[in-house]
T-cell receptor, first 115, second 110 residues
Framework: KAGVTQTPRYLIKTRGQQVTLSCSPISGHRSVSWYQQTPGQGLQFLFEYFSETQRNKGNFPGRFSGRQFSNSRSEMNVSTLELGDSALYLC??????????????FGEGSRLTVL | TQLLEQSPQFLSIQEGENLTVYCNSSSVFSSLQWYRQEPGEGPVLLVTVVTGGEVKKLKRLTFQFGDARKDSSLHITAAQPGDTGLYLCAGSRGYQKVTFGTGTKLQVIP
């Protein structure tokens, strides 16, 4: 079955702009988590959605937001971009809820560069 | 606060050598996963361990969960260039977020 699909794969923005990233989970998976990966900080948890509800949230400013649709697809938005937001943004899906089994299935990520 | 510390951070070895990567925490986890990530791709799940003292083998990779479920190790026998990548451990505790370790970057030189 198809894996997790993230779009776009690469994007370049300038400071102050906003960006929306999309994630389509594995068919049948109802939980979607988002992570930010940078060389210095590693994988940092942003938020998790389960059945359209945010179930967990990481320690990121309010500029980072997300949502999940009824078909389990998810989007995350970053407003007022800063240089430090440059990172690989990873989406992961799981069948029940990531924290239930801990088993996550990742997409290839969206590489965001902020100039 | 980083709950999972991995060591070493970097490892460069010759093909055929053995190696062990450690994942340590002061917290108890209900399950622990190991992932491998290659450049430009997302992490790929290798294994899940759930029982204290559990040992799982995946070809040349051996994973162990500590008795107290606070730590884990990954041992690779006769490493090959295809083993090159970033190894990540991750722990979960019920409905709380999954926490990832600091990562170990492995390079296997032919």
């Amino acid at each position: 079955k198809a894996g997790v699909t993230q779009t776009p794969r690469y994007l370049i923005k300038t400071r102050g702009q906003q960006v929306t990233l999309s994630c389509s989970p594995i068919s049948g998976h109802r939980s979607v988590s988002w992570y930010q990966q940078t060389p210095g900080q590693g994988l940092q948890f942003l938020f998790e959605y389960f059945s359209e509800t945010q179930r967990n949230k990481g320690n990121f400013p309010g500029r980072f937001s997300g949502r999940q649709f009824s078909n389990s697809r998810s989007e995350m938005n970053v407003s007022t971009l800063e240089l430090g937001d440059s990172a690989l943004y990873l989406c992961a899906s799981s069948s029940v809820g990531g924290a239930d089994t801990g088993e996550l299935f990742f997409g290839e990520g969206s590489r965001l560069t902020v100039l | 606060t980083q709950l999972l510390e991995q060591s070493p951070q970097f490892l460069s070895i010759q093909e055929g050598e053995n190696l062990t990567v450690y994942c340590n925490s002061s917290s108890v986890f209900s399950s622990l996963q190991w992932y491998r990530q290659e450049p430009g791709e997302g992490p790929v799940l290798l294994v899940t361990v759930v029982t204290g003292g559990e040992v799982k083998k995946l070809k040349r990779l051996t994973f162990q969960f500590g008795d107290a479920r606070k730590d884990s190790s990954l041992h690779i026998t006769a490493a090959q260039p295809g083993d090159t990548g970033l190894y990540l451990c991750a722990g979960s505790r019920g409905y709380q977020k999954v926490t990832f370790g600091t990562g170990t970057k492995l390079q296997v030189i032919p």
